[in-house]
Structure formats: C-alpha cells, structure tokens
C-alpha cells in the first residue's frame, strides 16, 4: 500500500500545473503524480498549434476572446466559466513562461501572435509548431526539482476507490460518494497496488484512441471518464468529439495520425479538393478561418461528393522561410513522405482529436465525487459547449489545474477530516481465480472492431441508424470484455479496451439523447437545433 497526501493521475499540463502549486503550498506534505507511460507522453505534448491570450490590448479584448469562445460553443459554453479562463488565463501563461516556457517573438523582441480557425484577433501564442512539447518541457524541469513530488512512471490506474469497495452500496443517487484514492498496476513489477490518498485530481487526458485515426497518442483512451462513470460519478456532453479537419493523410495508417496544425490555415493555408477548387468559400463565408466544426464537416462533404479519401491543404504560395521557421516539424514530416509543401499539395483528411465532454465539474474542479477533481481534457467544464474554439485547451488546463489548487487549500481541514482512517478500512486488490489470457487476439480484434465501429457509425455525420448499430455491437464486445476482465490477469491492454468500451458507450448514448444538430453533434435525422440549448447528463 502506498499512502500520500495529494495524488495526481495524469502528468499533462494540467496535473503537473496543479501538482506543482499544491506542493509548494504544502511543503511538507507529499504529492505523487502517476502516470502509465513515460512523463511526458502526454495530449499536452503533442498540442502543436499554441495557447490562446489576450496580449494585444489594443486591438484585442477579453470580451473579443470571450465572445469567439461562446460562439464556436454554439450556444453550450457556461458564460460565467469562459469569463474565469479568458481573464485567469493570462496569468496563468506568465507563470509558465517564469517556470521557463519559451514562446516566439519577432525581431522587436515582442510574442509573435498567431490567428486561428473561429479567432477574431491574432492571439495565439505559439513555440514553433511544438508549443505543447515546449510547455510540458518546463512543467517536468519544474516539478522534478520540487522535493516533495514523486513522479511514478509506467503505473496503470485500474479504479478509483469509493465506498463500494469498503462493503457500501453506491447507487447513482448517491449523494455522497467519497474518492479515497485509486487501484493501480505497477508495471514494474505486475502488482496491484493500493494508493490512498486525502485528495485525488483526475487529469488524464483524452480518449481520441476510440476511433480508427486521432491526432492523440496511443495513451489517449479515456481512462478518467470510464474509471469516474464505473464510480457513479455525472458526465456530461460526450457526443462532442471533435475531428481537426487537417491531419495528414497517409494510405494504410491507423492510429495517431500526424497533425497538420490549424494555424498553417491562420498564416494562408487554402483547403481545395481533388479538383484544385478552393471549396471553403461554397460552406462558410469565414472560408478556412471558419471554426473547426464547420471546417471538418465540410471537408467530410467534398471527399464524399469526389469520392476521395482526402482533400488538399494548399501551402504553395506562402512564404517559405516563414513556413520553415513557423513550421518546421510539419515541413520536415511531409519531406519524409515526399511532399514538398512550397511545391506539393499536402494531403489532409480529418481525424479524431478533442473531447468536448467528460466529467463534470463546477467552477473550482469539483466533481460529484467528494474529495476528487478533474482537469484538463477529461473535464467538462462549460468552457467548449459544443465546439471547442482552437488553442483555448491548453488555456483551460492550466486555470482549471490552478482552480482546483486554490479550492483544495481553502478546503484541506473538511477534506482531510472525510478521508480520515480509511486507509485501514479499504481491502487489497482480489485477484482470487484469474488466470493469465490464452488468447491476445481476443483483445486486439475486440480493438480493431471498436475503432471501426465508431469510426463508421459514430463520426462526423451521425444517423439514428447508425447510432443505434453502433449501440449493439459495442453491447456485444461489452460483454466479451467484461467476461474476460473477471477471469483473467489483468493487463494494460484488456483495461484499455474496457476503459474505451466504456467511453464510446457514453458517446453513442450521449449522441442518441441529443434529438437535435449543434456544434460537433451533426445527425442528418435532427438536422435543425432545438431552441433551447441543454446539456446531455449522464
């Protein structure tokens, strides 16, 4: 058993912005931050695009960021939450950049401000085209040197501890479930272990690995939101998946695909299909500055009226010693594939990469789970609504990872007293009558069908047909995945499946809730919104 103060899953920019203040507020008490890969295999590090801010005071305005955030939301955003980023936020990018974030500047010395889809102003400030990898890179230098953080490398978090473990019926309406830390598999050694602890925050990214091809690593598979969900805790809004209109197109691959960043549309960037025709302008009058939601639907239309598996992202007239020093790891992978882009068009499709719902949260990262918080991608916080306007995650991040640090230290007395002497109370992890697996493909077919599945049925355009085949197969591998969890060793592999079972589950039944269009949510049987705009509560 491992016993700490304060624990952290997920060592992105949220969990590492939040693990760093509470251990500096708490200088001698212990922070321990787990994670299943390597520290910084993160959403947060492959964030390419930059962090949005208002800087430019004179043409810009925290009502301007407010208002373009509230309208790619499309009538979903929490007006009060958006006005908490927009205006925390700036501080919040001062301390990264004091912890040693490195951001561009021009010849004069000043931020090089970026503009992207659904941004009325140029305010994004960017690293290259690597400004999460910059971001997460001063994070980890910062927390390591922090005495009273302990990081844990390659440990699996399987479920939360609630009281149902301890012998206690928890039920949906259960108003008073308690987190008192996690079961974890220790991958060094193949042990389950126990970790309690007074407060656990949730940070553990996305789940874009649900799908065939996502711009997400492969860790990306929503563990967070299906561990919370099995806790009984409220979820909210997962049918808004949102798919970046421009990853690169390469024949034959699955996975994570590499992303074509939106700000090569905010620079010049022209989408044209296979025809060479610049199509934007057919769909919106923001043409390829439109808002992603728009601009991967549109998309998805020319390659089904062309019958291609692509479109094209026109770069050939952009300045190419800004492209190179703006872009450099866009030009330098498309070289690897043999496009020139300053004489090649670059192949685009769109591709799984954000999740605009997941556990919900209020203004200080609660969930309804006392003791535990979330942030960062596996949040729902009211920012996104139903679209998430580019370059405002990682913003959310960092604010929310602050807010939960701030709330956690006006509240540490009713927290502790809650979570007192439960660590004897909570049993070890029963293993009793598994058995190692005789068949791996069991799990990487139930994979393969998975991601196809969603892919098919449950991508950017949506039907009630579609949906509800969705809903039985995914019953089906519930079922053969859940038999196997009970029987078998558990592994990565199997609770990643049963972790993404679980996710698409609340995709699907999220999206068959929703009897209308809007946003990332587009089903061709409800193609007009309904008046009043709800949010789908799981």
Not at 242 to 269: C, K, N, S, W
Not at 388 to 395: F, M, W
Not at 477 to 502: D, G, V
Request: hydrophobic residues 40%; charged residues 20%; neutral net charge.
């Amino acid at each position: 058993m491992i016993q700490t103060d304060f624990l952290v899953v997920g060592s992105g920019i949220a969990g590492l912005t939040y693990a760093l203040k509470i251990a500096k507020q708490f200088p001698q008490q212990q922070v321990l931050v787990i994670t299943k890969a390597a520290p910084d295999e993160t959403n947060t590090k492959y964030a390419q695009g930059g962090i949005a801010g208002v800087w430019d005071t004179v043409n810009d305005s925290f009502e301007k960021h407010i208002e373009d955030t509230i309208i790619a939301g499309d009538g979903l955003c929490n007006r009060q939450v958006v006005e908490i980023v927009v205006k925390e936020g700036v501080e919040r990018i001062k301390e990264i950049i004091e912890w040693g974030a490195q951001f561009d500047k021009d010849a004069a010395g000043t931020y090089s401000l970026g503009k992207e889809g659904g941004h009325s102003q140029h305010r994004i400030l960017h690293h290259k085209d690597v400004t999460g990898k910059e971001m997460e890179r001063a994070l980890l230098q910062t927390v390591q040197a922090q005495k009273n953080i302990t990081l844990i490398n390659h440990c699996f978090v399987i479920e939360l501890i609630t009281q149902h473990h301890m012998g206690y019926l928890v039920t949906k309406s259960t108003p008073d479930v308690t987190c008192y830390g996690v079961y974890a598999l220790n991958l060094q050694n193949n042990q389950i272990e126990k970790i309690t602890a007074t407060v656990t925050l949730l940070a553990t990214g996305g789940n874009g690995q649900i799908y065939r091809t996502t711009t997400n690593p492969a860790i990306a598979t929503g563990d967070g939101v299906a561990m919370f969900h099995r806790a009984k805790g409220r979820v909210e809004n997962m049918e808004f998946i949102q798919f970046h209109p421009t990853a690169l197109y390469e024949p034959g691959l699955g996975g994570q695909a590499f992303l074509i960043t939106e700000a090569v549309r905010g620079d010049g960037g022209i989408l044209r299909n296979k025809n060479g025709e610049a199509f934007m302008e057919r769909y919106d009058a923001r043409k390829d500055l439109a808002p992603r939601d728009i601009v991967a639907r549109a998309i998805d239309s020319e390659m089904k009226i062309t019958g291609t598996e692509h479109v094209y992202l026109d770069c050939r007239h952009m300045d190419k010693e800004k492209f190179i020093h703006h872009f450099p790891n866009i030009y330098e992978k498309c070289l690897s594939i043999g496009v020139d882009v300053t004489k090649h068009l670059i192949p685009v499709a769109p591709a799984a990469h954000y999740s605009c719902g997941g556990i919900k949260t209020d203004e200080h990262g609660r969930t309804s789970i006392k003791n535990l918080y979330a942030a960062g991608e596996c949040a729902s916080t009211g920012l996104h609504g139903a679209n998430r306007l580019a370059s405002n995650s990682l913003l959310e991040a960092m604010v929310f990872g602050h807010r939960s640090f701030i709330d956690v230290t006006n509240n540490i007395n009713i927290l502790s007293a809650t979570t007192k002497d439960s660590a004897t109370a909570i049993p070890e992890w029963n293993a009793a009558g598994t058995t190692a697996p005789k068949e791996m493909i069991l799990l990487t077919q139930s994979l393969k069908e998975l991601q196809l599945l969603m892919s098919d049925y449950v991508g950017i355009v949506r039907t009630n047909v579609r949906l509800a085949r969705a809903m039985k197969r995914l019953d089906l591998l519930w079922q053969e995945t859940e038999a196997l969890y009970k029987s078998t060793i558990l592994s990565p592999q199997l609770c990643q499946l049963r972790n993404m079972i679980t996710v698409a589950y609340l995709v699907v039944k999220c999206a068959q809730f929703r009897h209308e269009s809007r946003g990332l949510h587009f089903n061709t049987d409800y193609p007009q919104q309904n008046k009043v705009p709800q949010n789908i509560i799981w």
